[in-house]
């Protein structure tokens, strides 16, 4: 009789009248795949199946099969048999997709890090590598690209207290990148957000430190020089691998509140600097021409001076030599200077020379004629 005896392995046992190889019911209900024996084989042990994948392997790579019946049409197999065709096939193209999933290529402005089982193993240069999958994975990161973090555009992020107790509004932007790629990936877990939390901290810090007035006029710069040092501090410490690359200090205004007010003053404190750079001028040129006049001073007051003792000198010198004269012969010494002090003292004006005899007694009571008018006007005459 004919029945389901075999399971959904197989059918009946020694009752049925089908001898035939790996015999079996294949009634309505007695078919159903079946083991390489046709004796109502059982459930097929794991120790089976990779036997039977190793005997399939032998075959593929050119060897003989094992015993156990696996030719030709011995057995109900429950489908097609494998070529070796197939196999090769199915093998290369395990094989290929393995190397698209091992290799890979790395730009020149990236760098990989190699992973093996989850841990750090190295670190990829620019072009091809090799990472065996599934055991070796990579992270590609592009290390010389510039990366930039905008901080303080949202609404009350820039507000910030200075030391003189005054609240001004900061934008700035923090342009990083990565040095090292190992550090940048197992160090930080939020890179961008760490990296906007320890700049807008580090400016809070810097602002704390100065006064407003420089911030908004004169020290952006030196601001952000300080931020930057102190970013870059804090990110080495934390082991980061990022480099900052500058800092650039978009915005410093007072509040939206007050900047009226502010610029006012600003305006007002820019005047006042004007005008003192043009008293500064003013009073280096007024400097300057007093100097030089006071040293053209000095020139001539020294020029006097040597002019007055050279000629006090010689006064002394002529002096001692009329004295050593007066000494030999008074008399004609007296003589000598009574005539040259009287050519010194007439000798450049007029003279009427009067004989001592006139309108004595040789003259017979003559009174002398003096014309004092037309000797008057011919000295104006000469004088003109």
Request: glycine share 16%; charged share 25%.
């Amino acid at each position: 009789m004919a029945g389901n005896n075999g399971g959904p392995w197989g059918g009946g046992g020694g009752n049925s009248d089908d001898d035939r190889p790996g015999g079996g019911n294949r009634g309505s209900n007695g078919g159903g795949p079946r083991g390489p024996r046709g004796d109502g084989a059982q459930i097929p042990e794991i120790d089976e199946l990779v036997k039977k994948g190793q005997e399939r392997l032998r075959v593929l790579m050119g060897g003989k099969g094992g015993g156990g019946g696996t030719g030709g049409n011995g057995g109900g197999g429950g489908g097609p048999a494998l070529t070796r065709g197939t196999i090769g096939l199915g093998v290369l193209g395990a094989i290929i997709l393995w190397g698209m999933a091992s290799f890979y290529t790395v730009a020149p402005e990236e760098q990989s890090v190699e992973l093996f089982l989850g841990e750090y193993s190295a670190t990829g240069n620019p072009g091809l590598n090799f990472a065996p999958w599934p055991l070796v994975t990579a992270e590609v990161l592009p290390v010389t690209r510039e990366q930039t973090e905008d901080i303080g555009s949202r609404v009350d992020s820039g507000l910030m207290l200075t030391t003189d107790e005054n609240i001004i509004d900061i934008d700035f932007q923090v342009v990083w990148n990565i040095n090292d790629p190992a550090k940048y990936l197992f160090n930080l877990a939020e890179a961008r957000e760490t990296i906007r939390a320890v700049s807008e901290s580090a400016m809070r810090e810097v602002i704390a430190r100065n006064e407003l007035a420089p911030i908004l006029n004169r020290d952006r710069q030196v601001i952000a020089d300080e931020a930057q040092q102190l970013i870059q501090g804090t990110l080495d410490a934390y082991d980061s691998g990022v480099n900052i690359v500058r800092l650039n200090l978009d915005k410093a205004d007072p509040p939206r509140e007050v900047i009226d007010s502010f610029r006012e003053v600003q305006a007002a404190e820019q005047e006042r600097d004007r005008l003192e750079r043009q008293a500064d001028a003013y009073a280096n040129r007024v400097t300057a021409g007093a100097r030089g006049e006071a040293a053209s001073q000095l020139e001539q007051a020294e020029a006097y001076r040597a002019q007055q003792v050279n000629e006090a000198q010689g006064e002394a010198a002529r002096f001692t030599s009329v004295l050593e004269e007066y000494a030999k012969a008074p008399e004609v010494t007296r003589k000598r200077l009574y005539l040259e002090t009287m050519e010194r003292v007439f000798g450049d004006v007029d003279k009427i020379i009067l004989e001592s005899d006139l309108g004595g007694a040789g003259g017979q009571g003559v009174v002398p004629y003096l014309p004092l008018n037309e000797l008057r006007r011919g000295a104006a005459g000469g004088n003109n």
